[in-house]
């Protein structure tokens, strides 16, 4: 992997978001707005049900960094293949590794100040770490690993499938969210989606930010199951990309998309 390779792929990410003014909004605008929705509900809530307002602020701020994490990387895919400009930047020499790492990498690089402000809008709001920063940087680290994982699946499926399924860039991301029970406990779900929660990429994560959102104690075995969980997600995406875009070159879909 050369690092000369990702500096021209990342440069040409932030042009292409430069000139395509709705993923600014996108990015920033719906991200922030849903943190003040829930940040006055939040401030609104009667006295009994604060904790509750305060854990779905908290992880509403880790939902939408997943969210700007994994669709960015994908959107950025997605913009190469609407605009024709994949073939030219595969022209280049780049590899299928360096195209998808310079994806995430610029992907995490807009998500985490975009996590920041979100965090910080939500300070007014009652929100607080209540100094257990350590566990809140290793639940973002462990977010940040499976948002990737999800864009390497979503990825690997738009080169196996063809670009009209595209949409998935948008769409797979809130069934994982739905799955991962992100107000409530896994439990609550039925004994067979009970289960499936267990499996879910953000279920852990989603626990701990709402455990730190109440000030309470964020056990050493949640942290890592949240990123034993993620791992697996990282194992299954790596290779089903590769394994994806190999199979497009090989094909001559990759010529078409």
């Not at 430069?18 to 719906?30: N, S």
């Not at 697996?232 to 010529?255: C, E, I, K, S």
Request: glycine content about 8%.
């Amino acid at each position: 992997m050369k690092p000369n390779r990702l500096v021209f792929l990342l440069r040409h990410d932030f042009k292409v978001v430069r000139r395509v003014k709705w993923r600014i909004a996108e990015i920033v605008y719906f991200p922030l707005t849903t943190i003040v929705i829930w940040g006055f509900y939040a401030r609104g809530a009667p006295e009994g049900a604060l904790p509750a307002a305060l854990a779905v602020l908290a992880v509403n701020v880790l939902w939408n960094f997943a969210a700007v994490a994994q669709s960015t990387t994908n959107l950025q895919i997605l913009e190469d293949i609407w605009s024709g400009s994949l073939r030219q930047v595969l022209l280049t020499g780049v590899t299928p590794g360096e195209y998808a790492t310079a994806r995430i990498v610029f992907a995490m690089a807009l998500a985490l100040p975009v996590g920041g402000v979100m965090l910080a809008v939500s300070l007014p709001f009652g929100l607080t770490v209540h100094g257990m920063y350590a566990e809140a940087a290793l639940c973002v680290l462990a977010t940040a690993v499976s948002s990737a994982a999800l864009a390497l699946l979503v990825a690997g499926g738009v080169f196996t499938l063809g670009k009209e399924y595209g949409f998935l860039a948008w769409t797979l991301m809130q069934i994982f969210v739905l799955f991962s029970a992100p107000f409530h406990e896994p439990e609550v779900f039925p004994s067979a989606l009970e289960v499936v929660s267990r499996f879910m990429p953000f279920t852990d994560a989603f626990a701990i930010a709402r455990r730190i959102a109440a000030g309470l104690a964020v056990g050493r075995g949640m942290v890592l199951r949240a990123f034993a969980v993620g791992a697996l997600y990282m194992a299954a995406g790596v290779p089903l990309y590769l394994a994806a875009f190999a199979r497009a070159r090989r094909t001559g879909l990759l010529a078409k998309l």
